[in-house]
Every structure is written in C-alpha cells, then in structure tokens.
C-alpha cells in the first residue's frame, strides 16, 4: 500500500496550503494570546504566575508528541525501508526541539516563584532535560555524517533509543515523588482544571501545534528542494 | 486594567519573560528554517537556468520533478 501511495504529491499539495495554515496559525495564536494572559482568571494559589502554564504545558505536549512520531518512524525505517519516513522524522525534529527547550525554560522561570528555585534534579525535569539532550544528538546525528545511509541508521538509533525515555517523562510525577505536580489534564481520568483555565490551554495547544506544522512542511520542502539539486548535478 | 496585566500581581516579570522568550523562539525558528528554504530554492533555480535545453527538457519530463518545479520561481518564468 505504501509503494502506491505519493508521499511527495501529498505533502506537496499540503505545503501549497502553507499560506492559509500561517494565516490561521497567527489567528489562533493572537485568541489564545489574549485568553491567556486577559481573560483566564488568576489561581488561588499561584495567582498569576499560573499564565506561565500556557506556554510550558503545550511546549512539553507537543515536544513529547514529536519525539514518539520521531521515534515511530524511525521503527518504520528499518521495517519498510522507507526513505520518506527519514524525510518526514528529520523535518519534525526542529520544532520538537524548540518546544522542549521552551518547556524547560519556561519551567525553569515558573518554578523560582512557586518553588523558590530556578532549578531542581527531580524526575520530571531532569527526564525532559534527557529528552532535548536525545533531540541534540538526533538533529547532531544528521549533521555529523557525510553518508546520508550511515546518517539515517545513526539517527533513527538514537530516537529508539530516546522512546525509552518518553514514559519516564510522562510517568515521572506518579512514580518518583516530585517537586512536579502530577498531571492535571487526563484522558482518562477527570481533568482537574477548570474550563475558564482548559480553553485558552487548548487554544494554546492549537496555535503551537499549527506552528509545528507550519515549520515540518518548511523544513520538508527545503529537504526535498536539496535532493533535485544533488539530482540535477548527476544529469 | 493596562497596569494590572503588565504587573499581574508582582508576577509580570515571570510571566511575561516566559511569553517573549516562547514568541522570541517561534519568530528565530521560523526565520532561519524560511532563509534555508529560500537558499535551497535559489540554488535550484540558479542550477535549472544553467541547464542546457536539452536537460531542461529531460527534467521537466521526469516526474519528481514536475512536483516541485510548480512550488519554485521556475514556474513563474
């Protein structure tokens, strides 16, 4: 099935739509923006200092997200020996790296008033901190190796590798104890935050995945740009 | 009201730096990835007019090809 399906024609067809998904990426973002900080009602606790969970939730979702589709395709690579998964886990991983590194910082920034320190060495932050260090070694991988077949097995190595680490982040909070509080959004559990706080977390959510999708169709259009090119050098 | 969302209650300084830096990201990221499609794209149109007539008819016959040439400056030639 995957031999008849055109991978090129499909993501090219979307990077056509790149205007539109910039357009409304911006719209979502600019709502979000305006829920997070004006409307959404401060915490009894945190008082505002709860706004920084707009940026560092979605920022760790999502980083998280793409390193299991990173290490996903890579499973795909050595089973159908597909040169587009590659293509497709390479383009995601700039943005995958950049929410990592904005969950870490914005953490870092929400913890000196609620914890009273910049930094701590428990689970949780310390496996996120683990996470970026498999998404350098990934995105280095690429760059290191001239051969693009070395590069590729390298490469997908170290994402297998790293799905090791993705349950450690997610179940950190409930099997270490941890200054990290557990997870307050749950999929099959009641979410403990209330709606006035839940929409403008999702509409975060939305814009920053958009921007993700925004930056993959980029990088992979730039990816596919520099094969014709090392094509047309062969005619 | 414009007071009260700058100092958020002696927390405008956390909040806000998170948010710059998130924005401060986005907009670096955005940049270089758009510089090095824009380069990449100018080196496939810089190489295609260098072609001989002969392998532009060769290249726009291949399939691989006729995808991209639509997404290039190539196109608007």
Known sequence: MLKYFNLNK???????????????????LLV???????????????SDSVRIMYVHVPSAWISLGIFSLISI????????????FSLIAKSLAPSGFLFNIIALVTGSIWG???????????????????????YLMYILSWRIFDNNDKAIKVSSIVAIIGLINVPIVKFSVDWWSTLHQPASVNLLKETTIHSSMLVPLFIMTAAFALFSLLIFLMKYNTELIKIKNKGLDRL | MINEIFYMNGYGAYVWSSFI?????????YSVIKLQLVKEQKKFDEKFKNLSSEKVELVKKQKTYRELLPNTSISKI
């Open chain 2, 21 to 29: 830096f998130t924005l401060s990201g986005f907009f670096i990221l």
């Open chain 1, 73 to 84: 395709l890579s499973f795909g690579i050595f089973i159908f020996k597909n040169k587009n």
């Open chain 1, 112 to 134: 000196r008033p609620t914890w009273g320190t910049w930094w701590a060495w428990d689970a949780r932050i310390t496996s996120m901190l683990l996470l970026a260090i498999f």
């Open chain 1, 32 to 46: 979000g923006l305006f829920e997070a900080l004006v409307l959404s009602p401060e915490d009894y606790k945190q």
């Open chain 1, 10 to 28: 499909t993501l090219l067809t979307i990077n056509r739509l790149r205007k539109f998904i910039f357009a409304i990426f911006i719209t979502v």
